[in-house]
């Protein structure tokens, strides 16, 4: 598995590839806040490696804010209309019930790692 590490406009992005699928683990620089092009930047990824299968590996995401959810939102989209999936692991249990709240579990099932996430083995929701 090829693996490599970019950095964009305030973002680190570590990226694997496996087989049919980029396996890409985000990280805040210097303690930016501002998520404009993060999907735009993601999707350039996806481009580079011919692929529309993606595992966003959140673990190291820190606070999911409405400007980064409304870039999830847009980057799910733009897979979803190229035929591709995209999947969320590693997603804290604060940014998961943000997503709850906003309606937006559906979209991005909860994965504790990315094989769970390749294979679509969900965590059970914890009741609320």
């Known amino acids: 598995m090829a693996q ?25 620089m210097g303690g930016a806040l501002g998520s404009a092009n993060f999907a735009e930047q993601v999707w350039s990824l996806l481009e580079q490696h011919f692929t529309h299968r993606l595992v966003l590996e959140l673990g190291e995401l820190g606070h999911l804010n409405s400007e980064l959810i409304g870039q999830l939102v847009w980057l799910y989209k733009r897979v979803h209309t190229h035929d591709g999936l995209l999947r969320i692991c590693q997603l ?32 059970p929701r914890q009741p609320r």
Do not use: K, T
């Not at 490599?4 to 805040?28: H, I, K, N, Q, T």
């Not at 906003?102 to 979209?107: A, I, K, T, V």
């Not at 504790?112 to 679509?120: I, L």
């Open 4 to 28: 490599a590490s970019l950095v964009c406009s305030g973002w680190e992005f570590d990226v694997d590839r496996g087989p049919d699928w980029l396996f890409v683990r985000p990280r805040r």
């Open 92 to 123: 804290s249990d604060q940014n998961d019930e943000v997503l709850h709240v906003s309606r937006l579990g559906g979209y991005f099932p909860r994965y504790g790692s990315r094989e769970d996430a390749v294979m679509g083995h969900a965590l």
